[in-house]
């Protein structure tokens, strides 16, 4: 479930995405002067990055809930990660603001302008790949809720397969819109960014369930029973 659950959430809030990294994608070095082929593969690689950094999250916080799990929390873990994704996409709902302040984002993100600055203006795939890498760390809402649905995975593989896949989900609309501009209008990613908070809500509610170990086969299996064998003697 983790990895389809993650690829769906990527494509959900792939609108989010070009808002918030569109801009970036499209002042890419290694360009069109570089031959179409060079242009298209400086995108992919970009976004390749990106890709890399959501996992290498998501292993980390799937290592804190393996950790949580194995003293016991695990279900517990699931059942607040599922909250928090619910809370954050309800946020965007009601009040059409992300959970993460406007100011705090500009702070945080001037240490690593002054990083990208640089590779900006270097014309070479690597400098391209390590842009990807970077923007992985820039903080936005919706890797957050990425984040708390990796928490609830119980592992690092299992973490960093559902942060992979979410960045996947991304990538159709990413490169989309690096290769062309206009691709969607703007009443139409308006309309389409309104699905990520459901779909945050709806994931959210059964990582909820899962957690809660319901006993409903493939959706929220029952908790594993020990059982302790005694020595008969004759």
């Given at each position: 479930m983790e990895p389809l659950a993650g690829f769906a959430l990527g494509m959900a809030g792939s609108m989010h995405c070009i808002g918030m990294c569109g801009p970036i994608a499209l002042a890419l070095p290694a360009g069109?002067?570089?031959g179409r082929a060079s242009f298209i593969a400086g995108r992919i690689l970009y976004n390749g990055g990106r890709v890399v950094t959501y996992a290498v999250?998501?292993?980390?916080?799937?290592?804190?809930s393996g950790i949580a799990a194995m003293q016991g929390l695990g279900r517990t873990m699931s059942v607040i990660a599922g909250i928090s994704m619910m809370i954050i996409a309800a946020v965007q709902i009601l009040w059409h603001r992300q959970i993460i302040p406007t100011s705090w984002i500009a702070r945080t993100m001037q240490p690593l302008q002054r990083t990208m600055a640089p590779l900006m203006r270097k014309k070479s795939m690597t400098a391209v790949f390590a842009l990807g890498l970077a923007n992985g760390l820039l903080p936005c809402g919706l890797v957050v809720a990425a984040l708390a649905g990796a928490t609830g995975t119980g592992s690092s593989g299992d973490g960093a397969l559902f942060m992979a896949s979410f960045g996947l989900g991304t990538l159709p609309a990413m490169i989309a819109a690096s290769?062309?501009?206009g691709f969607l209008s703007t009443t139409m990613r308006t309309r389409l960014r309104l699905i990520m908070p459901v779909l945050g809500i709806l994931l959210g509610g059964t990582i909820v369930v899962r957690g809660l170990g319901l006993g409903i086969p493939m959706i929220s299996p029952a908790p594993p029973t020990s059982t302790t064998h005694g020595c008969c003697t004759h």
């Amino acid at each position: 479930m983790e990895p389809l659950a993650g690829f769906a959430l990527g494509m959900a809030g792939s609108m989010h995405c070009i808002g918030m990294c569109g801009p970036i994608a499209l002042a890419l070095p290694a360009g069109a002067e570089h031959g179409r082929a060079s242009f298209i593969a400086g995108r992919i690689l970009y976004n390749g990055g990106r890709v890399v950094t959501y996992a290498v999250a998501g292993a980390i916080v799937g290592t804190g809930s393996g950790i949580a799990a194995m003293q016991g929390l695990g279900r517990t873990m699931s059942v607040i990660a599922g909250i928090s994704m619910m809370i954050i996409a309800a946020v965007q709902i009601l009040w059409h603001r992300q959970i993460i302040p406007t100011s705090w984002i500009a702070r945080t993100m001037q240490p690593l302008q002054r990083t990208m600055a640089p590779l900006m203006r270097k014309k070479s795939m690597t400098a391209v790949f390590a842009l990807g890498l970077a923007n992985g760390l820039l903080p936005c809402g919706l890797v957050v809720a990425a984040l708390a649905g990796a928490t609830g995975t119980g592992s690092s593989g299992d973490g960093a397969l559902f942060m992979a896949s979410f960045g996947l989900g991304t990538l159709p609309a990413m490169i989309a819109a690096s290769l062309w501009a206009g691709f969607l209008s703007t009443t139409m990613r308006t309309r389409l960014r309104l699905i990520m908070p459901v779909l945050g809500i709806l994931l959210g509610g059964t990582i909820v369930v899962r957690g809660l170990g319901l006993g409903i086969p493939m959706i929220s299996p029952a908790p594993p029973t020990s059982t302790t064998h005694g020595c008969c003697t004759h």
